[in-house]
């Protein structure tokens, strides 16, 4: 429940964590209450982009970085249709926004949204106890009568895990729609909607491609009535043991050995394509600045992530599938989890990242030309 209050930085808010654990604050946004897994993003830039991703469905972000707003708001930098988090963390939200783009304040859009958020507080102490104990359940509370923390500890404990959520259909499309190449077209692209951001078809329309959008709830029939050279699986929230219809559909388009390509949620719907299983990180990925090395060419790039759960794929041999030899082609540096699958027999790969990369960086750019390269190759 949520009453969209202008002028609420001196109402009083609280944040309470599933372990017990306090911070007072004012509430940021609208006021009000809301629940969700709390997790901690680390790009010093791009709040905008991150706040309507719908990958971050469910879940109340914390901004690591100690000043958020000064940018405002616009009108142009949105990947989906709607603010998706259910929260947002900040210490000190800028005053006044101040730049040439900017429409309206991120606190006037928080507000006219719904989104209940909370500053004041102590970010980097937050950040740290998430790092320690994980990412878990919370909620914020804010307004001039709030329950006591006994009561509303309680409340948090009853919401569900991230583990074992099935999330993805309720942020995709519900009906296709066609992202016209720039310029001549060159390839057509079925690309499967688990949560995709605005950014993802305009890089492939940026090259030559027509991108027809599709539901997640897409069947095998209605990819290839598109006729495309290619099909792409897009990133998106909750829980990848809960994708049954989507690893279904990829097992189709690997059988008929169409140019394939997969992105963060689209990533560990080929690992199970392939045999593999999925896991939930401690705390994840989010953020951008990320350095993942490319183990076909031993680069190392920064790069934009946004992940809670991974693939559990052996690092160090090939794999054999039923889809012929598969291994790890990318890996952060951080911690070793898998980021990137290619098979070697057919035209297949995917990136646990986001090589779209609003708003930055760009290092990945080129996984798109290599997806050009696959259809390519397929032609010939």
């Not at 990945?364 to 050009?372: I, K, N, S």
Request: with cysteine; net charge negative.
């Amino acid at each position: 429940m949520t009453t969209s209050t202008r002028g609420s930085a001196k109402v009083p808010a609280v944040l309470v964590l599933e372990d017990g654990r306090v911070f007072r604050g004012r509430a940021y946004g609208a006021v009000g209450e809301t629940f969700g897994e709390a997790v901690f993003s680390t790009g010093m830039t791009g709040y905008q982009e991150t706040l309507t991703d719908p990958s971050y469905d469910r879940q109340i972000v914390v901004a690591t970085a100690p000043q958020i707003g000064n940018t405002g708001w616009n009108d142009e930098d949105d990947e989906s249709r709607r603010i998706w988090v259910s929260g947002y963390v900040v210490r000190d939200p800028a005053r006044v926004p101040s730049n040439w783009r900017a429409k309206r304040s991120l606190d006037d859009e928080l507000v006219a949204q719904g989104v209940v958020g909370i500053s004041g507080i102590d970010t980097r102490a937050l950040t740290r106890h998430l790092r320690e104990r994980g990412s878990m359940r919370a909620g914020i509370f804010s307004g001039a009568s709030v329950a006591p923390e006994a009561e509303l500890l309680a409340r948090v404990q009853a919401q569900p895990h991230m583990k074992g959520a099935s999330l993805y259909e309720e942020v995709a499309t519900q009906e296709a729609y066609v992202v016209p190449a720039v310029g001549e077209k060159r390839f057509t692209v079925a690309a499967i909607d688990l949560g995709i951001k605005g950014m993802t078809p305009q890089r492939m329309a940026e090259r030559g491609i027509e991108v027809h959008v599709l539901p997640a709830t897409a069947t095998a029939e209605e990819v290839y009535a598109v006729a495309p050279d290619g099909v792409f699986f897009s990133n998106g929230p909750g829980d990848p043991a809960t994708a049954d219809g989507p690893v279904a559909l990829m097992t189709e388009v690997l059988e008929r050995r169409t140019p394939l390509f997969g992105i963060c949620f689209g990533n560990q719907i080929l690992g199970r394509a392939l045999g593999f299983g999925t896991y939930k990180l401690k705390y994840g990925h989010r953020g951008i600045n990320q350095p993942v090395q490319d183990r076909t060419t031993g680069k190392v790039e920064v790069t934009a992530h946004n992940h809670g759960f991974a693939v559990d794929a052996p690092l160090d041999k090939v794999s054999d599938t039923k889809f012929g030899r598969a291994e790890v082609s990318h890996v952060c540096l951080n911690d070793n989890v898998v980021e990137g699958l290619r098979l070697l027999d057919q035209p297949a790969f995917s990136v646990q990242y986001h090589p779209e990369a609003a708003a930055g960086p760009h290092d990945a750019a080129y996984l798109f030309d290599r997806f050009v390269s696959l259809m390519e190759g397929q032609r010939a």
